[in-house]
C-alpha cells in the first residue's frame, strides 16, 4: 500500500522529520510544504536523509519561492497546488506529519 507523506513543519525544529522518515517505505512518496522545504538545503542532515533514501520527493513550488530555498537534491519534482491536489489522488493514503 502506498502512502503520500506531508510534511509541513522545519526539519530543523527537532527530531521529528528523521523519526518520521523512518516509516516510509520504498513504495511511499514525501511531499514538503511550508517550512518543511528547507529539508532540501544544501548541506544539511535532512537533505542527506533524503539523498539516502529511494523515496519520490516532492515539494510545493510556491513555498521554495516564498522561502527562497535553493535546492541541493536533483531528484525532487516540483509541483504546484493543482498538482498536489492530484497527488493526494494518486496514493492508497495521505498522511501528514505534524
Partial sequence: ???L???NESPFT???FEQALAF???ADAVLLTGDAVYALLANTAPLKLLRESTIIIY???EDIV???VQIGL???KIINYQQFVELC???LKVVSWL
Avoid: E, I, K, W
Fill in 1 to 3: 500500500m502506498s502512502t
Fill in 66 to 68: 516564498t522561502r527562497a
Fill in 24 to 26: 516510509v517505505s520504498p
Fill in 5 to 7: 507523506h506531508l510534511f
Fill in 89 to 91: 489522488t494518486q496514493y
Fill in 14 to 16: 527537532g527530531n521529528q
Fill in 59 to 61: 515539494a510545493l513550488d
Fill in 74 to 76: 536533483d531528484n525532487v
